[in-house]
T-cell receptor, first 114, second 114 residues
């Protein structure tokens, strides 16, 4: 069964520091991969998705993620954290089938300290 | 504007009551999904529907029911059989289901049992 693991339920960084949120997936075939962000009491907003056109994917708000097949990873990074980046982040995988179901990781709460 | 509308935003239910959460989309998406979110557990799939008049159980369908009579609507009923219904419920849609397309989410409904 496909699954996704986010390492670290809480990550704390200082404003201006590098943000690194980790995501590993388990699949014999590279799935479709996504990162979503959720602000308190709101729905999920897509940050970026892996389309297989390029291993380094750029998203909104300065975030990017690199697909590494050998490590089965899709870590999310941002060079310089901003206070407004404080939120919960979810990595998700989607099977290459016709169901379209997204399987989510447990989520990582990002805290940005001034 | 296209999007997904969930209502109500907050819902209170007495024990033993059934309640229905509304989800409407005007994105012309074929597939729709219901997820439940609990702190520290990510999002878990309750039910999904790939086409009108058809739906499948997700990972935690017990105590829930759905219908898909129209393409744009996918209401979720939380029945009295659901032992612990207090949670944040998210509706999503996507199309086409089997390709590298992201899911779009509503703003969620927070259900509390009183």
């Amino acid at each position: 069964a496909q699954s996704v693991t986010q390492l670290g339920s809480h990550v704390s960084v200082s404003e201006g520091a590098l943000v690194l949120l980790r995501c590993n997936y388990s699949s014999s075939v590279p799935p479709y991969l996504f990162w979503y962000v959720q602000y308190p009491n709101q729905g999920l907003q897509l940050l970026l998705k892996y389309t297989s056109a390029a291993t380094l994917v750029k998203g909104i708000n300065g975030f990017e993620a690199e697909f590494k097949k050998s490590e089965t990873s899709f870590h999310l990074t941002k060079p310089s954290a901003h206070m407004s980046d404080a939120a919960e982040y979810f990595c998700a995988v989607k099977k290459a089938s016709n169901t379209g179901k997204l399987i989510f990781g447990q989520g990582t709460t990002l805290q940005v300290k001034p | 504007d296209g999007g997904i509308t969930q209502s109500p935003k907050y819902l209170f239910r007495k024990e033993g009551q059934n309640v229905t959460l509304s989800c409407e989309q005007n994105l012309n998406h074929d597939a729709m999904y219901w997820y439940r979110q609990d702190p520290g557990q990510g999002l878990r799939l309750i039910y999904y529907s790939q086409i009108v008049n058809d739906f499948q159980k997700g990972d935690i369908a017990e105590g829930y029911s759905v219908s898909r009579e129209k393409k744009e609507s996918f209401p979720l009923t939380v029945t009295s059989a659901q032992k612990n219904p207090t949670a944040f419920y998210l509706c999503a849609s996507s199309s086409p289901a089997g390709q590298n397309t992201e899911a779009f989410f509503g703003q969620g409904t927070r259900l509390t049992v009183v």
